[in-house]
C-alpha cells in the first residue's frame, strides 16, 4: 500500500493553462505538506494544512491554490501555468502530535514531474 | 544566503570507503534535526533524525550534530552502490507546526 501518493507522476502542459495535482495519504497523518523541488535538487515548502486548516502559507503566487477536503487529502491547482513553474511537486505527510517518529519526519510521495512548455 | 547550506557535489568515492556529508546552518533556533536520502526520481526518505548535539548510530550510518558550530553530518561507512543517491539534510526549529527547512542536497556516486 502506497502511503503518500500523488497523481499525475509526470504532467506536460502548455504556458497559460490551469492544472491540478492530487496527493492522498493513508497514514492517519493530521499534516500534509506541498514541496517544490527545483532543478537543482532544492527542496522549498510552498504550503502546510492540519486537519484541513491552512497553517504554512509561503511567499508563493496567489496562482497556486492549496485545498484540502479531508485530513487524508491535498490538492494544489494552478492556473495560468508559466515557464518557471516547471520542477517537481511533492507532497508529504507528517503527525505532529502525539508520535515521537512525527516530531522528526515526514513522509513523501514520489513526486509530479510538471512541465511547463 | 539559504538558512542551511550544502555542497550539492557531486562525491564520488569507490565501493567499501566511508563518507562524510554535511552541512551548516545559521539559525541557532534549529533543534531538529535529520537527514533523507533522495533516489533518482523518487521521493525523499527518512534516513535519520536526531535531537541533541552528538552522535547517533544506526547501522552503516552515523549521523553527528554540533550545535556550538551549526555544523551536522552523516557519516555512511562500508559505502555500497546501492547508497549512490542524493542526501539532503533537513532542520525543524520546534515540534508543532514549524516547517522542515532543506539543504540543496549532496549527490553522492558509489563506483563498484
Known amino acids: 500500500d502506497t502511503a503518500v501518493s500523488q497523481t499525475p507522476k509526470y504532467l506536460v502542459t502548455q504556458m497559460g493553462n490551469d492544472k491540478s495535482i492530487k496527493c492522498e495519504q493513508n497514514?492517519?497523518?493530521?499534516?500534509m505538506y506541498w514541496y517544490k523541488q527545483d532543478s537543482k535538487k532544492f527542496l522549498k515548502i510552498m504550503f502546510s494544512y492540519n486537519n484541513k486548516e491552512l497553517i504554512i502559507n509561503e511567499t508563493v503566487p496567489n496562482r497556486f491554490s492549496p485545498k484540502s477536503p479531508d485530513k487524508a487529502h491535498l490538492n494544489l491547482h494552478i492556473n495560468s501555468l508559466e515557464l518557471g513553474d516547471s520542477a517537481v511537486y511533492f507532497c508529504?505527510?507528517?503527525?505532529?502530535?502525539?508520535?515521537?517518529?512525527?516530531?522528526?519526519?515526514?513522509?513523501f510521495g514520489s513526486g509530479t514531474r510538471l512541465t511547463v512548455v | 544566503q539559504k538558512e542551511v547550506e550544502q555542497d550539492p557535489g557531486p562525491l564520488s568515492v569507490p565501493e567499501g570507503a566511508i563518507v562524510s556529508l554535511n552541512c551548516t546552518y545559521s539559525?541557532?533556533?534549529?533543534?531538529?534535526f535529520m537527514w533523507y536520502r533522495q533516489y533518482s526520481r523518487k521521493g525523499p526518505e527518512l534516513l535519520m533524525y536526531t535531537y541533541s548535539s552528538g552522535n547517533k548510530e544506526d547501522g552503516r550510518f552515523t549521523a553527528q550534530v554540533d550545535k556550538s558550530s551549526k555544523y551536522i553530518s552523516l557519516f555512511i561507512r562500508d559505502s555500497q552502490p546501492s547508497d549512490s543517491a542524493t542526501y539532503l539534510c533537513a532542520m525543524k526549529k520546534n515540534t508543532g507546526f514549524q516547517k522542515l527547512v532543506f539543504g540543496t542536497g549532496t549527490r553522492l556516486l558509489v563506483s563498484p
Open positions: 539559525n541557532s533556533a534549529f533543534q531538529y
Open positions: 508529504a505527510s507528517s503527525q505532529d502530535w502525539g508520535s515521537s517518529r512525527g516530531l522528526y519526519g515526514y513522509t
Open positions: 497514514l492517519g497523518h493530521d499534516t
